[in-house]
């Protein structure tokens, strides 16, 4: 397998750009948690977060193939 040991500082800070911007896009996405859960929780679900959880699921189904 080839491999570089040298990069130039233009390729460092596109690569430095494109990790932010998928953070960034991560953490929009995580901010819209239906459950509230943090990167690292335990996944328990009650009742009502099921519920809440199954509504949102549905809810994207019909979005999309309706």
Do not use: C, H, N, W
Request: proline share 2%; net charge negative.
């Amino acid at each position: 397998m080839l491999g570089r040991k040298t990069f130039t500082q233009d390729e460092i800070d596109r690569a430095e750009a494109t990790i932010d911007e998928q953070l960034a896009a991560y953490r929009a996405f995580a901010a819209t948690s239906i459950v509230k859960l943090e990167v690292g929780d335990p996944i328990v679900l009650g009742a009502e977060d099921f519920e809440r959880l199954a509504k949102a699921f549905f809810a994207d189904l019909e979005s999309r193939f309706r």
